[in-house]
């Protein structure tokens, strides 16, 4: 497994814009073989925005099974993990009525 940390860009995940730079980091990790630990220990702030272009742009380039198959999910509060999950969802969701 890859750990991927995103305390390495900051305590705060909340703009769009820095969400579309970690998710161009996080993209060749996802290519490999093996599965990529997302790792949000330390952060104390995601925001639906963030989390829509960070992590739930990405079933726009691969399906919801594959991105599990790929990925999990380490250090999230309640908070954290609502917003992802919400992001997630909303996405999915907006891509299966297309």
Do not use: W
């Given at each position: 497994?890859?750990?991927?940390?995103?305390?390495?860009?900051?305590?705060?995940?909340?703009?769009?814009?820095?969400?579309?730079?970690?998710?161009?980091?996080?993209?060749?990790?996802?290519?490999?073989?093996?599965?990529?630990?997302?790792?949000?220990?330390?952060?104390?702030?995601?925001?639906?925005?963030?989390?829509?272009?960070?992590?739930?742009?990405?079933?726009?380039?691969?399906?919801?099974?594959?991105?599990?198959?790929?990925?999990?999910?380490k250090?999230?509060?309640?908070?954290?993990?609502?917003?992802?999950?919400?992001?997630?969802?909303?996405?999915?969701?907006?891509?299966?009525?297309?």
């Amino acid at each position: 497994m890859i750990e991927f940390k995103f305390g390495n860009y900051g305590d705060s995940m909340g703009t769009r814009l820095l969400g579309a730079k970690i998710r161009a980091d996080l993209r060749p990790l996802l290519d490999g073989g093996e599965k990529v630990v997302l790792d949000f220990s330390g952060i104390d702030t995601v925001t639906n925005s963030f989390a829509d272009e960070c992590i739930a742009k990405l079933l726009l380039e691969m399906p919801l099974a594959d991105l599990k198959a790929k990925t999990t999910f380490k250090g999230l509060t309640p908070m954290t993990e609502r917003s992802i999950l919400s992001a997630l969802k909303r996405r999915h969701m907006q891509i299966q009525t297309k």
